[in-house]
Every structure is written in structure tokens, then in C-alpha cells.
């Protein structure tokens, strides 16, 4: 942690996709400047809601959320990407029939500023993209089109990226190279909010995690303790107890 603050601060939060049936169901969450933080769970726990819920796709109920010391309920997407926050959705996360180039131009459409140095730094980031620049992202591998959303959404230069499952669907080799590239761009500089099954590797990476479940977090700690917890093992992690 890099300062006394939080930079995101959940509290009490409540919000679903129809009224009267909130799927979180009063979530607390911090985050600190310059943290990698995971949020784990169960299928249906609430994890995705979460991400929507802070970069404003949905409304809560009721509840706050702080960014930058500042209420950011009932701002919308663009306005929160204004405030400095980026957010890569587990599908539908790049433009398919645009070139790979395209994309991270269209990944600046709030900045005015010169994108050909921007674009040549996310090339320098992710060396597979710079080959395929004047491909369509639809022709990419799952691994190449997750570094593409990610060198999109960095164009933005967010102080805050929120990624929901972005090892979903690759092969093991593929998660480990995409969940990587994650971990350098934390060591930059950037806070992030990990959503992410493979719970194992994202404690592994995480200063801290959050378990959620039916709605609440359940515990709450460092990634390394999370992932030594026996209780957390046992019901999340497909750990055993030694007979």
C-alpha cells in the first residue's frame, strides 16, 4: 500500500439485475493505491455483479462507492472512465471486425492526445500484438485477443483496472502468460481488481482477496493467507483435509 487511503471503498453495497432481487447482498471492499486485489467466489456469488456494479453498469439499491474520495453511484460508464478507471469485461472485450491497431485506438476515444506514441507503447508491452497490427482481432487466439482488451483498456492509462475473468476459457499455458502480463502492469504502478475463477492464482498473485459468497464477503485478508486458510482451501480452493 502506497497510502493511508483507500483509492476504491465499497460499503454496504446492494444491487442485482431485477428489482427486489439483489444478487450482492451487502458487500464491503477496499482497495489501496497501487494494490493487485482478487475477488474469488463460487459460480453465482456475485463476483461479475461486483465489477458491473463499480464501474456503473448497474445501480445499487442501496449502499456507497468511493473513487478518489469521490461518490461515483449513478455516474455512468464514461464518466467513471473520465475519473480514471478501466474495465475489461470477461466477453465481448474487443471489437472483432476491427484491426488489432483499431482497437487500441478506439480503447482512447476520451483522450486528446498524439496516439501513435500510446499504441507503440502498448506494442512494446504485449510483442504478439505488434506482428498482427493490421489484423482483425476476430482472427486472434483467446490468449491474443485477452492482450489486446488489456493494451486496449491501458490506453486509457487508468489509475484503476478492473478485470472480470480474464483467464476464461485459455489453456493452462495461456493463463499463466495472460495472468503475467496482469502482474507486470500491477508492478507498474496500477491498481487492480482481479475477478477471477482460478482462485488458486489469483490469491497466489493478490496483496489481498476477498471471498465472496451469495452476495457477501464472506472473508477478507492477504492473498497468502487466504490461500493458507484451511476453511477457504476446503470450500473454495478444491483443497482436502489429510484423513
Do not use: C, W
Not at 507503447?121 to 482481432?137: C, G, M, N, Y
Not at 492509462?157 to 493452462?172: C, G, I, V
Request: without cysteine; glycine residues 10%.
Amino acid at each position: 500500500m502506497t497510502d493511508s487511503s483507500p483509492l476504491l471503498e465499497v460499503q454496504n453495497v446492494h444491487a442485482g439485475y431485477i428489482k427486489d432481487l439483489d444478487i450482492l447482498q451487502g458487500v464491503n471492499f477496499k482497495l489501496y493505491p497501487g494494490e493487485l486485489v482478487a475477488v474469488i467466489g463460487p459460480n453465482g456469488a456475485g463476483k461479475s455483479t461486483l465489477a458491473k456494479t463499480i464501474f456503473g453498469l448497474l445501480t445499487p439499491h442501496t449502499g456507497s462507492i468511493v473513487f478518489k474520495g469521490k461518490s461515483i453511484v449513478g455516474l455512468k460508464s464514461d464518466q467513471i472512465v473520465q475519473q480514471g478507471m478501466g474495465y475489461i469485461p470477461q466477453i465481448s472485450n474487443v471489437f472483432r471486425s476491427l484491426t488489432v491497431e483499431e482497437n487500441l485506438e478506439m480503447g482512447a476515444f476520451v483522450r486528446d492526445v498524439p496516439l501513435q506514441p500510446l499504441k507503440e507503447e502498448i506494442f512494446a508491452t504485449f510483442p504478439a500484438l505488434a506482428s498482427r497490427r493490421k489484423q482483425r482481432a476476430g482472427t486472434l487466439s483467446g490468449g491474443e485477443r485477452q492482450m489486446l482488451a488489456l493494451g486496449k483498456a491501458l490506453m486509457l492509462k487508468p489509475t484503476l483496472l478492473l478485470l472480470d475473468e480474464p483467464s476464461a476459457a485459455l489453456s493452462p499455458i495461456l493463463v499463466n502468460t495472460v495472468l503475467e502480463q496482469v502482474k507486470r502492469i500491477n508492478q507498474s504502478g496500477m491498481a487492480i481488481v482481479l475477478v477471477e475463477q482460478n482462485a488458486r492464482k489469483a490469491l497466489e498473485m493478490a496483496d489481498r482477496g476477498y471471498v465472496l459468497e451469495a452476495g457477501r464477503d464472506r472473508f477478507e485478508g492477504r492473498g497468502i493467507d487466504l490461500l493458507n486458510d484451511p476453511k477457504v482451501g476446503e470450500l473454495y480452493l478444491g483443497a482436502t483435509t489429510a484423513p
